[in-house]
């Protein structure tokens, strides 16, 4: 569910359908650039580590990731039907996740939601969950 608080921020109050929370990807190009011990070296090296290399391996590993989670998505979303497992509210803030709670079965999750996206339209922002980023 989108919502909009009192200062104008989007927020979206879903359930986490996945059992685990999808981590952010980090590229540090300058590790590659410790090896470049002349002028031309320092260029090639500079090409390869700015523009060629963290496309390749971010687009590499973005595909296998996605693989992999509409692979076991069916397999989650079976198991936590058939064997009643709660489900995780969590409440974006944009993109980035600002709190979650578990919220019990799919009933009690929904009116989970619809009370953190009112509670959330009204400013009344939920507590920051430890542990979570920026």
Known sequence: ??????????????RRWLPWRPHRHKVDPSLWLDGADDPIGFIILLVIGFFV??????GLFL???VLLI????????????????????????????????QAGNWRQS????????????R??????SLGLED
């Open 63 to 65: 595909t296998l990731e």
């Open 53 to 58: 290399l963290p496309v390749v391996m971010v």
């Open 1 to 14: 569910m989108k919502v909009i608080d009192d200062h104008g921020q989007v927020w979206r109050v879903t």
């Open 110 to 121: 929904r009116d989970q939601i619809r009370k953190v996206a009112g509670d959330i339209e």
């Open 123 to 128: 400013g009344d922002l939920p507590l920051r």
């Open 70 to 101: 509409l692979l076991l998505l069916p397999f989650a979303v079976i198991g936590r039907i058939a064997l009643g497992k709660h489900w995780w509210v969590e409440a974006r803030k944009g993109f980035s996740p600002y709190w979650e709670v």
